[in-house]
Nanobody
Framework: VQLVESGGGLVQPGGSLGLSCVTS????????MGWYRQAPGKEREMVAT???????DYADSVRGRFTISRGNALNTVHLQMNGRKAEDTAVYFC?????????????WGQGTQVTVAS
């Protein structure tokens, strides 16, 4: 299973940017997909997650500014980021997790850099 993120780049403060995560090699729907980020010198943190039933959860720091959604294709997920702030600068990772046939799984993408600067 491979997760590939896209859409990172440079955005000005207050601007908008969208990220996408596409999965290959999976034949079942992941229980949970999400976005995490890691800023320089900081630990990786959850940004947003979405379950198979479309239940969403957001970090307090992004709630109201970011929106996570599942794509039409199997196991794709998007993150729309509005009102960007300098503290949103980080490498953003896509993650999938859950249980399948009694086995727990967790997959990560390689990450995409997002930089907020004027």
């Amino acid at each position: 299973v491979q997760l590939v993120e896209s859409g990172g780049g440079l955005v000005q403060p207050g601007g908008s940017l969208g990220l996408s995560c596409v999965t290959s090699g999976s034949k079942f729907m992941f229980d949970v997909m999400g976005w995490y980020r890691q800023a320089p010198g900081k630990e990786r943190e959850m940004v947003a997650t979405i379950t198979r039933g479309a239940n969403r959860d957001y970090a307090d720091s992004v709630r109201g500014r970011f929106t996570i959604s599942r794509g039409n294709a199997l196991n794709t997920v998007h993150l729309q980021m509005n009102g960007r702030k300098a503290e949103d600068t980080a490498v953003y990772f896509c993650k999938s997790s859950g249980t399948y046939a009694k086995y727990q799984y967790e997959y990560w993408g390689q990450g995409t850099q997002v930089t907020v600067a004027s």
